[in-house]
């Protein structure tokens, strides 16, 4: 095709580095998608068993230290050595008398189930689902590198050109031309239309000359230009190429500016 008047690419530019890597190593994409996929398992790793699960499991070592009784509730004889705070609270609770109206008032308001309280664990029901997602994450993790009978391979279709950019956007000056005359929707159908009609034409030994017709391809040859010609329209082939040289040529700009 004719070099254009806008030099704008039609995909974007880590696209076209993506096709000419791909180009020069099928696997390229691949490799790369692997290569980023465990540095981000390996930051995941070290976040979940440094951070995140320690913090979690914090809170289970202080649970378990303020169930312990105090020294002060043994030496008063309110527990024995081997009871638990949960226990005698249970035991002090019978002995406290029951609030007022008035301090039932002055409380402050708890739904139920609008908060979670902490366990015996010292956890609530949603730090409890998160550390469970936790442990099975590192399970999952582990499982996918340290297994060399059976390497992990990443989704054909993820390790692969966005599904918008995967096929190919260079169009031929003809059905550009026809989207500029018909619409983009409209265009690109008659093009392809013309397409199927080309290509059962060359089944049957046709071939589309410079001029739309068709012709048998015994009878045309090949000119400079890179179209078919039959030996007596040569002249006629170099003139209207010769005027095609000085036709506006289809571009958005001038397409927008004769539109407006």
Not at 70 to 92: C, P, Q
Request: charged content about 35%; hydrophobic content about 30%; aromatic content about 8%.
């Amino acid at each position: 095709p004719r070099e254009r008047q806008r030099q704008v690419p039609l995909e974007p530019w880590s696209v076209i580095a993506m096709r000419e890597n791909l180009l020069d190593n099928p696997d390229w994409l691949r490799d790369e998608f692997k290569r980023f996929t465990k540095l981000a398992d390996d930051s995941r790793l070290v976040e979940l068993q440094t951070v995140l699960i320690p913090a979690l499991l914090q809170k289970t070592k202080a649970a378990a230290f303020a169930t312990m009784p105090s020294e002060t509730e043994i030496a008063r004889g309110s527990v024995a050595l081997g009871d638990s705070v949960e226990g005698s609270e249970k035991k002090n609770s019978e002995e406290k008398p029951k609030p007022t109206e008035e301090i039932r008032r002055n409380q402050t308001f708890q739904r139920d189930g609008a908060h979670q309280l902490a366990g015996s664990d010292g956890l609530t029901d949603a730090e409890r689902r998160r550390l469970r997602s936790y442990e099975a994450e590192i399970q999952s993790i582990e499982s996918r590198w340290n297994d060399p009978s059976n390497p992990w391979e990443p989704d054909p279709d993820d390790a692969a050109i966005p599904i918008l950019w995967r096929n190919s956007l260079v169009k031929s000056e003809e059905e550009m031309s026809l989207r500029f005359k018909l619409g983009a929707e409209e265009g690109t159908e008659t093009y392809n239309l013309f397409m199927d009609i080309k290509e059962g034409f060359e089944k049957g030994g046709y071939v589309r000359c410079w001029n739309g017709k068709y012709f048998k391809k015994d009878e045309c040859f090949l000119t400079e230009r890179g179209t078919w010609c039959r030996a007596k329209d040569v002249d006629k082939e170099a003139s209207h190429a010769r005027k095609a040289a000085f036709r506006p040529k289809d571009t958005w700009i001038g397409y927008h500016r004769n539109t407006l």
